[in-house]
């Protein structure tokens, strides 16, 4: 029996767009299943998400028989996962792209050609406005572009609702070793990507951390240990490694931080944390909506766009060393917030939504 739904992701921000998909079709009489290459495979694992571990080729495609396919865009000009776009559609299988950011909205698509558009999907779906104007704006029309709450952000408010109070301070006791201090969990993010130039140290960067290292986390890891000396007590400082981030890149700071974490979902330390500090990492966003205090360093302004709830103002975001220590200080002073709520659509009712409309071959 060919199944309703086939979701194809190689990357860790459209894996979490995947995230409870399979269980809500299957409660609405539909059938999805999850195939996962590259680093979305163990974040999917560790999220505990059931899906199969396999390479991106159109066998699946002849061997599962969706009746539609939805997949995750990646950061690699080489993608596996693009070309399904034209399998599928040599296939007439109808396509769904899964955007979970509005950065590099011109790159999704674009593989190894020079057209942004190459293997653009039917449709797609995004988390924000942001996302769905930076489409709008190369072209694709709006009848194509649907805008869906993200899975993780529905599992993180759930999750951030059932951790008692109790639960987060032993834990926040267990990491920082002292109860009196703060603890702070700084969010990396691999410093490479579509474009390498934009992850390392430019002529416009307002941040400079200790002028040794290029590395765009690296520069805004030293600022934050640097900010936090004169704070008292002081915090301790857990670093939670992206997933595609390795230890060996962070071997010259351990001796200043409390840990390195990358195992089980980061979520748990992050409910654990008095504060947390990232970039432009999705995560952010996620600790904003399970009400954590967040704060976003950036070593030039600019950065700002690569995030929606950065760009929308919603997270606090600081491009001067001069106001990081201060900002740390005011955010541990004020009390945390509450879980947000959902303002759009699920991602499992407008993919149940665009089922039919997908079927009418005469429909865009």
Known sequence: MPLDLLLFVEDPGAANLTIGIPAAFERNGRSAAI??????SGYLEAMGQQHADCPAGASHLDELRPT??????????DSAVLPLVIEARTRGIPTIGLIDAPANADRRFRGDTDEPLAYLPDHLIVVDETAREAFLRLGVTSNRIHVAENPR??????????????????LRRKLAG?????LIVFLSELSTGLNPDDFARSGDYSLHGRGQSKARTCIVLEELLDAVRDIEPK??????LHPKDTRDAYLPY???????????DAIDICLAADLVIGMTTSLLAECRHMGQRVISILPRRSEQE???????????????SEDIAPAIRRMLGEPSGTPTRAIHAS???????LLPRMADKTHP
């Open 254 to 264: 351990t001796t200043e931080l409390a840990g390195i974490n990358m195992e089980g």
């Open 235 to 240: 915090p301790a400082i857990i670093l939670r």
């Open 35 to 40: 195939c996962a290459t590259g680093n979305a």
């Open 306 to 320: 690569w995030l929606a709830d950065t760009a929308a103002g919603r997270i606090r975001t600081i491009w001067q």
């Open 178 to 182: 002292d109860a009196r201090r703060p």
């Open 347 to 353: 991602m499992s009712d407008t993919l149940l939504s």
């Open 153 to 170: 952000f529905e599992q993180v408010r759930r999750k951030a609702l059932e951790t008692t109070p109790g639960q987060q301070a032993t």
């Open 68 to 77: 539609a396919l939805a997949i995750g865009t990646s950061e690699q000009v």
